[in-house]
């Protein structure tokens, strides 16, 4: 049941395109608090590399789901849903507005619409997948999706093998593609979401991206990343930034083209981000040095 005088401001957009710093003025604005539907900044060992919000910018608004986990615990999307709506329902007992910040399209589309119902599949299906992945490698395996699956193939993020092993699961076991089973009709929220994005030319978004990682890396990435790597199989790990740096002090790579991939693969990251926020046709875009005040407006006239 909607209760329309409940509303959840969710803001989405590419990596590095300004959404905390959006976040942290909207909940000023609206005296209120931010949930974050990173799924990378959940972790407290991986700071630097995700780009969290800093000190300053955690003391500007009360931030949620920000380093409360470790990357030894097993966090997933599922378990995210259940907690960060479990927090709304609190902080919409004393706020009319809540803000949702995160890059990770299906971490905001859980809390936003819930997850989509999957068949169950026979454990031995992902057990083959697995070893697949071991003896003829991720490529292999994104092809068997393709031909399986092109439209998942297009859309799930195809560089983490966890993302094209589930899709490939529920293709195998079902039948069925994996795209098949998304965006059916879900149980209503009790609030209702204004969907504001940030956005820019492609250009601006790769410059601001190139920009941000040499940032992180004056801020002491290759230290962080360095202190993780008896970790570096953890799920979490798998993540832009980290895996790149790893090879490079696993002597595979030279800090230079390690440096270069973890921007290229930033920009493809990015791109399938603006491909999965695009979706959602109730977004309202905006240009990313559009004043606050104007994003603001637009806002209230929605909750009128």
């Known amino acids: 049941m909607e209760t329309p005088n409940k509303y959840l401001i969710s803001i989405v957009g590419p990596t590095a395109i300004g959404k905390t710093a959006l976040s942290i003025k909207l909940a000023q604005h609206f005296n209120t608090e931010i949930i974050s539907a990173d799924s990378r900044q959940f972790f407290k060992e991986m700071q630097i590399g995700t780009a969290a919000p800093n000190k300053d910018e955690l003391a500007g608004a009360k931030h949620h789901f920000i380093h409360h986990k470790s990357i030894t615990e097993n966090y997933n999307v599922g378990t995210f849903e259940r907690d960060a709506i479990q927090l709304l329902t609190t902080l919409h007992k004393k706020n009319k507005v809540v803000i949702l910040v995160g890059g990770?399209?299906?971490?905001?589309?859980?809390?936003?619409?819930g997850l989509d119902n999957f068949p169950s599949v026979d454990p031995s299906v992902r057990t083959q997948l697995n070893s697949d992945l071991k003896e003829k490698g991720l490529e292999h395996l994104q092809n068997k999706l393709k031909e399986l699956d092109p439209k998942s193939y297009n859309t799930i993020a195809i560089d983490n093998p966890h993302r094209v092993i589930r899709a490939l699961e529920i293709c195998i076991g079902s039948?069925?593609?994996?795209?098949s089973f998304l965006n059916k009709e879900k149980g209503k929220r009790p609030f209702k979401t204004i969907h504001i994005g940030l956005t820019a030319e492609r250009e601006t978004i790769y410059s601001r991206i190139n920009q941000r990682v040499d940032i992180m890396l004056e801020e002491g990435l290759l230290e962080e990343v360095k202190q993780l790597v008896s970790h570096k199989d953890l799920n979490a790990l798998n993540t832009v930034g980290y895996k790149e740096l790893f090879k490079y002090l696993n002597d595979e790579w030279t800090l230079e083209f390690a440096i270069s991939e973890i921007k290229k693969n930033t920009r493809r990251f990015a791109k399938r981000q603006l491909t999965w926020f695009r979706k959602n046709e109730d977004t309202l875009w905006f240009d990313y040095v559009t004043d606050v005040k104007h994003i603001i407006a637009q806002i209230e006239n929605q909750i009128k």
């Open 104 to 113: 990770s399209g299906l971490y905001v589309d859980a809390v936003t619409n």
């Open 175 to 179: 039948g069925k593609p994996y795209a």
